[in-house]
């Protein structure tokens, strides 16, 4: 498969999967070439450039919400749209959205919020403290 | 767009208010949470890289823009928490190892990004105009393929966007022709073409979508 600018763009923004990030590291180790390429392209990133997936990933454009996630989790959608929010999930790989689904299969799964640990807990107790100080 | 309830939220909190701050992160805790797992495997750093987010997060909301979307933004800090956690991680496990079997040391292939504030404050400015303009096209379009119910259309035109796809390899994914990806492909470029100018943007801001068969 080629190794599109996209694709390096899609790399640098962690959109790609396990396998995928492996193979461009791979390929990079290898040509220095690829290497230039995606130097340059963070370059015009930190310069302002950006792509138009750069700007549909970090705005989520085509992620379906916490409620369409949790009808798609009960099969409740119609079909179109369930094997939509599959391909979102399965082949773009939308770790927001994974995420989001985890969340709510869990939540589903216990009934209830997460129990907090001791650490989350006391990181609330002091965050709260610095929060209250902001003005 | 962030709901009403979202923007009171974040009113309350930059006033200071600390049981605002913890209903955030009630919120969003575990969603970032799983966030981080699906790439970090253990789940004290996650739970870490969860509270670098939200630590970042409260630090900088007297500039959080209130036309974000909470859960965007917090998704865009813990993808750079994880990402530099990863790379840092590789780093660490290739100075204390041999080169591979190619004998290429590992870590050649990590560059930093790291930039000076006042190319960071520029590139911001000039982005901003030009972010909003293709944001808005790009809505039009996805929300005129989930209207029509054109997912088919929806899902080519996210593999070469979000994936960097070429038309062939896209065609693959889907099962469908290759000259049926390219025609999904134009239509959509043409679209964005027509938003942008009728928007009055100048032609060498998105040079891709005025040159019509650049990317053909």
């Keep these: 498969?080629?190794?599109?600018?996209?694709?390096?763009?899609?790399?640098?923004?962690d959109q790609l999967n396990e396998q995928e990030i492996n193979r461009i590291e791979k390929a990079l180790r290898d040509s220095p070439e690829l290497q230039k390429r995606l130097e340059t392209i963070i370059k015009d990133r930190?310069?302002?450039?950006?792509?138009?997936?750069?700007?549909?990933?970090?705005?989520?454009?085509?992620?379906?919400?916490?409620?369409?996630?949790?009808?798609?989790?009960c099969s409740a959608l119609d079909k179109k749209r369930m094997d939509y929010i599959k391909f979102h999930l399965e082949m773009i790989g939308c770790k927001a959205c994974q995420a989001n689904l985890d969340d709510l299969t869990s939540l589903n799964a216990s009934g209830k919020e997460k129990k907090l640990s001791d650490k989350q807990k006391l990181f609330i107790k002091n965050s709260k403290i610095i929060a209250s100080r902001k003005e | 767009m962030p709901n009403q309830e979202e923007q009171l939220l974040i009113g309350r909190i930059?006033?200071?208010?600390?049981?605002?701050?913890?209903?955030?992160?009630?919120?969003?805790?575990?969603?970032?949470?799983?966030?981080?797992?699906?790439?970090?495997?253990?789940?004290?750093t996650c739970e870490d890289l969860v509270q670098e987010t939200f630590l970042a997060f409260l630090s900088n909301i007297k500039t959080f823009n209130p036309d974000k979307k909470i859960q965007n933004y917090l998704f865009g800090i813990i993808k750079n928490?994880?990402?530099?956690?990863?790379?840092?991680?590789?780093?660490?496990?290739?100075?204390?190892?041999?080169?591979?079997?190619?004998?290429?040391?590992?870590?050649?292939?990590?560059?930093?990004?790291?930039?000076g504030a006042s190319t960071w404050y520029r590139g911001e400015e000039k982005k901003t105009l030009e972010n909003e303009a293709l944001l808005?096209?790009?809505?039009?379009?996805?929300?005129?393929?989930?209207?029509?119910?054109?997912?088919?259309?929806?899902?080519?035109?996210?593999?070469?966007?979000?994936?960097?796809?070429?038309?062939?390899?896209?065609?693959?994914?889907?099962?469908?022709?290759?000259?049926?990806?390219?025609?999904?492909?134009?239509?959509?470029?043409?679209?964005?073409?027509?938003?942008?100018?009728?928007?009055?943007?100048s032609s060498d801001i998105f040079p891709q979508f005025y040159e019509k068969d650049l990317l053909l």
Excluded at chain 2, 17 to 29: A, K
Excluded at chain 2, 31 to 42: G, P, S
């Design chain 1, 1 to 13: 498969m080629t190794i599109t600018n996209a694709l390096l763009d899609a790399y640098i923004d």
């Design chain 1, 46 to 73: 930190d310069q302002g450039e950006h792509s138009v997936g750069a700007i549909w990933r970090r705005e989520h454009l085509s992620c379906p919400n916490r409620e369409e996630l949790s009808s798609y989790g």
């Design chain 2, 14 to 44: 930059k006033e200071g208010n600390g049981d605002s701050w913890e209903q955030l992160i009630t919120r969003y805790e575990n969603r970032l949470y799983y966030y981080a797992a699906k790439r970090v495997n253990n789940q004290e």
């Design chain 2, 81 to 115: 928490k994880v990402v530099d956690f990863i790379r840092r991680k590789k780093a660490v496990t290739i100075n204390s190892a041999p080169a591979d079997s190619s004998g290429n040391p590992n870590d050649s292939v990590f560059i930093d990004s790291a930039q």
């Design chain 2, 136 to 201: 808005n096209g790009l809505s039009l379009l996805i929300n005129h393929y989930i209207s029509k119910n054109e997912y088919n259309k929806l899902m080519a035109i996210e593999l070469i966007f979000v994936l960097g796809l070429s038309n062939l390899e896209t065609a693959g994914k889907l099962g469908i022709k290759n000259t049926e990806v390219a025609s999904i492909f134009h239509w959509a470029k043409n679209f964005i073409h027509d938003y942008l100018q009728n928007s009055g943007l």
